[in-house]
């Protein structure tokens, strides 16, 4: 028993998931972060999709609910923990929705 628990730690595969497939979906993942986080870098109207329903926006993109959630709500801290530090340009966005009066 305990071999097959280090067999399994040593490969990385845990409850059928290898670490690899893990992440290569979260990479997966922070690419459509960014491409939401492009778009409303050089689109006013996708900005404005966002504000109004954001939700329905995002469901054109491969998201986690967590990750819809930050973008949404703002959550620079959330998005920079899976995607590190954040230029100017990709906070676009962030910063007019933290800027908005709306909750």
């Known amino acids: 028993m305990l071999q097959q628990m280090l067999d ?27 491409r939401v986080l492009e778009r409303a870098a050089r689109d006013d109207a996708f900005i404005a999709q966002l504000t109004c329903s954001g939700s329905q926006v995002l469901r054109d993109f491969d998201l986690t609910a967590e990750a819809k959630a930050a973008l949404l709500s703002g959550d620079v801290a959330w998005l920079e923990r899976h995607l590190g530090k954040l230029t100017k340009r990709q ?13």
């Open 91 to 103: 906070r676009t966005w962030l910063d007019c929705r933290l800027q908005q009066e709306i909750w």
């Open 8 to 34: 399994k730690r040593r490969t990385g595969r845990r409850r059928g998931c290898s670490m690899e497939s893990s992440r290569s979906s979260r990479g997966a993942e922070n690419e459509e972060i960014l």
